[in-house]
């Protein structure tokens, strides 16, 4: 099957870390940009941050900037999104994405070509 495969979230206490990470499944994820998505209850999606195939350029949220870090290992055919000092406000349920061009992640009309399943990440207060 095609598509990426995303790692266990889970429960965290406010300050604290957790590091997703996102497997390419049926395909070879060096050409293509990652990015991270999240939506909380009864919001819509939130562009969390993105980074180019060969790690050249990362971009991010101001909502995460400082605090998340999104990273990849071609050779492992995973990208990564490492979270510190969670907030309440990050809970959600997180999903990466891929795309061969990093504007289709970065740009809210476009749909990036394979998604994850999907995680729930929930940090309390």
């Known amino acids: 099957q095609v598509g990426l495969v995303q790692s266990d979230g889970g429960l965290v206490q406010t300050g604290e870390s957790l590091s997703l990470s996102c497997a390419a499944s049926?395909?070879?994820?060096?050409?293509?940009?990652v990015g991270w998505f999240r939506q909380a209850p009864g919001k819509g999606r939130e562009f969390v941050g993105v980074?180019?195939?060969?790690?050249?350029?990362?971009y991010y949220a101001d909502s995460v900037k400082g605090r998340f870090t999104i990273s990849r290992d071609n050779a492992k055919n995973t990208a990564y999104l490492q979270m510190s000092s969670l907030e309440p406000e990050d809970t959600a349920v997180y999903y990466c994405?891929?795309?061969?061009?990093?504007?289709?992640?970065?740009?809210?009309?476009?749909?990036?070509?394979?998604w994850g399943q999907g995680t729930q990440v929930t940090v309390s207060s």
């Open positions: 994405a891929a795309d061969p061009k990093i504007a289709t992640i970065v740009v809210r009309s476009t749909t990036p070509r394979y």
């Open positions: 049926g395909f070879s994820i060096d050409s293509y940009a």
């Open positions: 980074i180019s195939w060969n790690s050249g350029t990362t």
